[in-house]
């Protein structure tokens, strides 16, 4: 030992193991230090495992630093396939063709009430005019994968502000725009649609949805005031019979930017919650029935059928 009071490093050279010594004291350089469990140490200064200790301290610095940026980073510097498959899709949008698109949708595709879905590509086919025209294809054909396109985590990919969505392999799975042909299309369907209802729910904006639970028939509609009618029959019977439940002053509210929402309705202390699920994973149903009393669900029934709208 050349120096008294110098801090000290005990390092077991079995394990590699390195401790700092700072209560050691030594009383002359003829001083011994011997552990109890007789294992053979060595003292020495503590100057080369500090600047090993820096060194750790400083890599893990860096790899802090490179762990935050990839997170704040856009998605496009670290997941270039996802836009790869955007870029696949702008190609055949720009490419005009309609068979090569009909195959990049996934099946069926919800379209705003009374418009029927599209269960496959031929349908799609016979109702393209009504889907795409050139007004969409020019924005979606002149886009920017890196500007105009957001991945939202489980929910897709979405063009603009939810104009359009993608899933992760490039397929349409909501389209919320509607063609001028589309427009007309629905307007008439929305005439002929008064009379397949009973004639005290006739007087509506324009129908939303008709669903089947395993026990309920319902239909919501949006009423000239923005409000929402509810109205409920057994599912044995038509909508056209006197329905068992009609509640108005309904409100809409949307979760988040992928089109899910859901339509509230009151009647005492009841409360009625039909949830759409437009955006969501592949074994979700397309709605929900919530009935609450006080809070407390009493009721609670999966949609098992989408007759009209989502």
Not at 57 to 64: G, K
Not at 129 to 137: G, Q, S, Y
């Given at each position: 030992m050349n120096r008294i009071g110098t801090k000290l490093m005990i390092e077991d050279e079995e394990s590699t193991l390195h401790f700092p010594l700072i209560s050691l004291q030594l009383i002359s350089k003829d001083d011994t230090w011997m552990p109890t469990d007789r294992k053979k140490w060595v003292v020495r200064s503590c100057a080369e495992p500090l600047v090993r200790i820096r060194m750790k301290?400083?890599?893990?610095?860096?790899?802090?630093c490179a762990i935050l940026l990839s997170f704040s980073c856009p998605l496009w510097s670290a997941e270039s396939n996802v836009e790869n498959t955007i870029k696949q899709f702008i190609n055949v949008v720009a490419g005009k063709d309609r068979k090569a698109l009909a195959h990049l949708v996934s099946y069926p595709l919800q379209r705003r009430a009374p418009l029927s879905s599209i269960d496959n590509p031929g349908q799609f086919l016979e109702v393209?005019?009504?889907?795409?025209?050139?007004?969409?294809?020019?924005?979606i054909s002149t886009s920017r994968a890196s500007s105009d396109w957001s991945e939202m985590g489980w929910r897709g990919i979405m063009f603009q502000n939810g104009l359009l969505w993608l899933d992760e392999e490039g397929k349409i799975t909501a389209i919320n725009y509607e063609t001028e042909k589309g427009k007309r299309k629905r307007a008439e369907l929305i005439k002929a649609d008064r009379s397949n209802v009973n004639n005290s729910l006739r007087n509506f904006a324009e129908p939303v949805l008709e669903w089947e639970t395993t026990k309920f028939r319902i239909r919501i509609d949006r009423l000239t005031d923005n409000k929402f009618r509810y109205s409920a029959w057994p599912v044995n019977k038509k909508t056209t019979?006197?329905?068992?439940?009609?509640?108005?002053?309904?409100?809409?509210?949307?979760?988040?930017?992928?089109?899910?929402?859901?339509?509230d309705f009151e009647s005492g202390p009841y409360h009625y919650r039909c949830i759409v699920n437009v955006i969501g994973a592949e074994m979700n149903p397309p709605g929900e029935l919530q009935v609450t009393r006080l809070d407390k669900v009493v009721l609670s029934q999966p949609v098992v059928k989408v007759i009209t709208g989502r």
């Open positions: 301290l400083i890599t893990a610095t860096i790899l802090a393209y005019d009504e889907i795409i025209d050139e007004k969409i294809i020019m924005a019979e006197q329905p068992d439940l009609v509640l108005r002053n309904g409100s809409i509210t949307f979760d988040g930017s992928g089109g899910n929402h859901h339509y």
